[in-house]
């Protein structure tokens, strides 16, 4: 079934049942139960735990981790119209942490670092960035677009033809709609631009455009574009406050843009975003120069 | 365990364990890990995926998909209190797609055409018609009537008593609530009637009817029945506008009522509402002339 | 693997994995499929239903069912981190009844007669009291404290750092948010006193306090305290009404404070509120009577 070559370091149980066409690298581990198909590519240091489904054509970068009664490379809806299995590949970066019970679909490609909670969705056709996290029950419809460093809190469902720019906050709940005038075919995805911050089940409607360094409330129903800096919030949401108005509860210091004060995570995690934003700016820079002198 | 000459045509895994009094037809096939009870009928072309459950007294209809780590007859809570398995039957109509982690409970009865996505649940004692559709994450609670061509998207709670008619779109995130004064015995299911729209995230309170070609908008808290045409929004919910006031975004036309303007999945596809209409009154015409006579 | 003597009225098909240091006691049935880790206690009358993972330090007390696919003693954030197993224990009290697809991870307690719907989460360092349920889709994100007799619903949501006291009811798709300026270190849970009822999708805002003999109608965004007796709704929340003004729909008698009407799988559910608290604070009386005396 492999070439027993590439398995001298790698731990795979025998109940386990693999397809053909698998490559699997250095020091992975498979353990029981676990049902791998055709053209499948199981990168150094994975490791599928229990009962894990891997179907055809899917590659799963180094050091990545994938949690129980996982599927990947879910069938989309053509498998079940044509009879025939899909041959779009399901790429996941390296170093994910895929959560038990996440289900992810052919034809999606997800970045470096990627992790997720229990019981993910996430279909086809969908680009992911790098640094990107997914909380608990949360829903991907499809053909979305997500940045780089996007954290999305349990719960949350992201409408088809979504746009999520780097850095934004989504928190449980939030609700991103596409039909304007349900049932249509005519979708409008809603666009969050870098930094934006959606708290918990805020709705926001189809089309709608919320900008950066701006901060969605709980709850509110957002109907229209909200523009940098705003707080908006109610049903249907208004603007409520500017950013600069808000104030950590303990200190009484300001806590917005938030990427000032807040580093968990973020690539700013060592020094600060200033410091962070310099560098890459210069580094981009240097990058352009060099691709114009050749 | 099985009339050997009935599974000529099907490809039973051998790692799959099947109970007594279990009828399985031609062209069915039972993917590793699967384990069926007993009392069980998988009709001809059935298709059960990988690590399937499916426990006593169900029957699955022909040409049917079920997902992979699907439970199908889940015990109800009386298996809890008695010990004892229960024999109230679990019945999938024909050409229904389940896809996995879903969970049906015994008792249940479902029509033609029936689709889920995934991590569905649908408990016991609840009829569904034809060509329903039930997005992923969403809860049925049971002792519920749901008619036929309905659509539910992604994570509605239909809570016990409800009733909805042929026809209705529910949106993600929609809550149908039963307690009038929780807690309390008292339940009074909500109805929604045959061509209303539910849109995101909105709660219909307990014993609410919502009539035909209404419009529910997002994030609405509906405490008071809606009237034929009308668009209520906000919390609580009031009348906002006249679904004839709503225009197509990018053509400025009309959509509602919405069975004139929509036909994906509809059984009006191939021509009009109104030719579908008059054709299918004539021929219920003729069937109750038919009867008269005879 | 096991001590033969012990598994003698024990059931445990063939093809079940079992760890070391596993102690399994008399009556219990472990169904196919099942993966039970290291220093794991069964205790007399489990039922583990097909497909379970328990992973290492769980202990499952008597008479308990544990359904299918569920996964108990989950990898906590540290496996990720340090490749090192955990050894902080999960403790299920007796009489449990743990629905399928629900995962639980290592390092929480719960007491006795626990129920769950499907595919429920709870996290680790959570405190659960006795008679508590918790419905389909539930998601507790740990670092919680959950009293007695607490009644949660489908899809509720927990966050970190909230308290639930006694006898509190919490209806579907509820969220108790932690995070005043999101995102920030700076968590403040929620906390809901005895007796209080949180309607269908109502929002807690961090450190929310809601006094007991409350009622947070559905739709709810509260941003404030809310006062014993209060009936609060809308967004923001206000108050609304006083419990004592809500009547039943048929009857039109009182129905709030709830514990003097309401009874089902309460423990005055033989007798009546009062009567049951007379006899508890009784109790309690001579228990510090007699605890002064030696």
Redesign the interface.
């Known amino acids: 079934m492999m070439d027993q070559g590439l398995k001298r370091t790698s731990q795979i149980d025998e109940s386990a049942?693999i397809g053909k066409e698998v490559v699997i690298g250095e020091h992975v581990t498979i353990m029981?139960?676990c049902?791998i198909g055709n053209h499948v590519t199981i990168c150094d240091g994975v490791y599928l735990d229990?009962?894990v489904?891997i179907r055809d054509y899917v590659v799963i970068g180094k050091n990545s981790?994938v949690g129980?009664?996982c599927?990947l490379g879910?069938y989309t809806a053509d498998f079940?119209i044509s009879h025939k299995k899909q041959n779009s590949f399901l790429m996941i970066g390296e170093d994910a942490?895929i959560r038990?019970?996440s289900?992810f679909y052919a034809g999606t490609k997800i970045g470096k670092k990627f992790q997720t909670?229990?019981?993910v969705?996430i279909r086809e056709n969908t680009i992911i960035g790098d640094s990107v996290s997914v909380g608990?029950?949360s829903?991907i419809?499809g053909n979305c677009e997500i940045g780089n460093y996007v954290?999305m809190h349990?719960?949350v469902?992201i409408?088809q033809k979504s746009k999520v720019e780097d850095f934004v906050?989504i928190?449980?709940?939030v609700?991103l709609?596409n039909?304007?005038?349900?049932?249509?075919?005519?979708l409008?995805g809603v666009v969050l631009k870098s930094f934006a911050?959606i708290?918990?089940?805020s709705?926001l409607?189809p089309?709608v455009i919320v900008e950066g360094d701006s901060?969605v409330a709980?709850?509110a129903?957002v109907t229209k574009n909200v523009y940098q800096g705003e707080v908006v919030?109610?049903?249907?949401a208004k603007v409520i406050s500017h950013i600069s108005n808000?104030?950590?509860?303990?200190t009484g210091t300001s806590?917005?843009p938030?990427r000032y004060?807040?580093k968990?995570g973020m690539p700013w995690e060592d020094s600060d975003y200033l410091t962070w934003y310099k560098k890459i700016s210069e580094e981009l820079k240097k990058e352009e120069n060099s691709k114009l002198k050749y």
Chains 1, 2, 3 share one sequence.
């Open positions: 049942v029981a139960g049902i229990f009962h489904i981790y129980a009664n599927i879910e079940f942490i038990s019970g289900i909670g229990h019981h969705t608990t029950l829903d419809q954290r349990s719960n469902h409408g906050w928190f449980p709940y609700v709609t039909d304007p005038t349900p049932p249509s075919e005519e409008k911050v708290a918990t089940s709705i409607l089309g901060l709980a709850g129903v919030g109610g049903n249907p808000i104030k950590n509860h303990i806590v917005y938030w004060y807040f968990r």
